[in-house]
Each structure stands twice: as structure tokens, then as C-alpha cells.
T-cell receptor
Framework: SQKIEQNSEALNIQEGKTATLTCNYT??????LQWYRQDPGRGPVFLLL?????KEKRKERLKVTFDTTLKQSLFHITASQPADSATYLC?????????FGKGTRLHILP | DTAVSQTPKYLVTQMGNDKSIKCEQN?????MYWYKQDSKKFLKIMFS???????INETVPNRFSPKSPDKAHLNLHINSLELGDSAVYFC???????????????FGPGTRLTVL
């Protein structure tokens, strides 16, 4: 069955460092991969989308990579700030189907 | 101005009751969705409507019935509530399906349903 795994439930990173979150998947060939941010008690907020034929996407301090051979996406936040603390979800989509990972809770320590 | 709104934010009810959650989007989007996020934090799509027509219906008990009176509204009716229905329900909308960044899904704030 299709499975998404996001690295460790919680990740602590020192302010100013680069935070790297991992999204691995099996038994699936997504056409698109998305990353969302979710704060406690709020709905997910879209951050970035990357297509299967793209290797990398950037937006301000965010960078996403997509390796369809490794079946992995990496999500980087450079120059991390305490305000970046949140849960980050990856989602895979093809046609009408979308599946979400459980998310990684990121804590940026001041 | 709220893009995607849901009411109520919290819903506490007894097993066996029937309840509804309302969702409205003012983004002019064609597609709306209902998601369930359980206690393990997995977000699972339940339904998707495009221009008032059902296009996705995942394996969801038929006690759950979405109703779309118009393109801007997608309500969720739940009959004979069960303990396992307790979760946070999110409504979302997008211009079209998630083919491009323009098809970003915008999520509502969620409705926390607790079935006692």
C-alpha cells in the first residue's frame, strides 16, 4: 500500500541554522509533491509545489528537492527563525488522488 | 477577509446524533474539499466537489454526505455519529485540481468534532 514517511516526529534546530525535513514515500509515483505548514489549531497553509520532472524549487528561504529515484523530497529552511516553528506536511498527488504525511514538528530554538 | 471559513469551530455531541458542518469560500474557486485529520495527525481527503459535482469520494461511510448548494459552499452532514468520528475536519478549496501552483489548496481553520 502507499506510504509516506516524514522524518522524526519532532526536530529541534538552532536559530540561524538550516532546517532539513525529509519526506519518503513507497508504492506511489506522484506527479506533484507539495509542502504545507500547519500551526496548532489552524489549517495547513501551502508553501511550495514541485513536479515530478523538477529537481529543485526555491521560494525565499525555502528550498524543496524531489528525487523520484530515491522516492524522496527534502525541504530546507535556511537562516531559520523561531517563527518558522510549526508542523510541516508533505503531500503527494497524482490525478485525483492526494495523500498527506503525518508531518514533522519543527522547533527553532532561540 | 476570511478566504475559507467553517462553522462551528468546535462541535461536541452525543453518539447517534446527526450534525452538520458548514464551509464557505469567497475565493471564487471551482473545487472544494473535505478532509479529516485524526488524533494521529494524518490528513485524509474525504470528498472533493468541482462546480457542485462530486469528483472524489474516498472510502468514507455513507453516514457522511457532502452537499454543495452552490460553488462557494460545501457542507458536510454526518448521521448517526460514532466515537471514531471524533477528529478535526478541514474544508479546503482550489481553483482547479492540484496541477499547478495556481491550484493551491486553501484550508479553512478546521472544526474539532468530539463525539461522547
Amino acid at each position: 500500500s502507499q506510504k509516506i514517511e516524514q522524518n522524526s516526529e519532532a526536530l529541534n534546530i538552532q536559530e540561524g541554522k538550516t532546517a532539513t525535513l525529509t519526506c519518503n514515500y513507497t508504492n506511489y509515483s506522484p506527479a506533484y509533491l507539495q509542502w504545507y505548514r500547519q500551526d496548532p489549531g489552524r489549517g495547513p497553509v501551502f508553501l511550495l509545489l514541485i513536479r515530478e520532472n523538477e529537481k529543485e524549487k526555491r521560494k525565499e528561504r525555502l528550498k524543496v528537492t524531489f528525487d523520484t529515484t530515491l522516492k524522496q523530497s527534502l525541504f530546507h529552511i535556511t537562516a531559520s527563525q523561531p517563527a518558522d516553528s510549526a508542523t510541516y506536511l508533505c503531500a503527494l498527488a497524482r490525478d485525483d488522488k492526494i495523500i498527506f504525511g503525518k508531518g514533522t514538528r519543527l522547533h527553532i530554538l532561540p | 477577509d476570511t478566504a475559507v471559513s467553517q462553522t462551528p469551530k468546535y462541535l461536541v455531541t452525543q453518539m447517534g446524533n446527526d450534525k452538520s458542518i458548514k464551509c464557505e469560500q469567497n475565493l471564487g474557486h471551482d473545487t472544494m474539499y473535505w478532509y479529516k485529520q485524526d488524533s494521529k495527525k494524518f490528513l485524509k481527503i474525504m470528498f472533493s466537489y468541482n462546480n457542485k459535482e462530486l469528483i472524489i469520494n474516498e472510502t468514507v461511510p455513507n453516514r457522511f454526505s457532502p452537499k454543495s448548494p452552490d460553488k462557494a459552499h460545501l457542507n458536510l452532514h454526518i448521521n448517526s455519529l460514532e466515537l471514531g468520528d471524533s477528529a478535526v475536519y478541514f474544508c479546503a478549496s482550489s481553483q482547479d485540481k492540484w496541477r499547478d501552483t495556481t491550484d493551491t489548496q486553501y484550508f479553512g481553520p478546521g472544526t474539532r468534532l468530539t463525539v461522547l
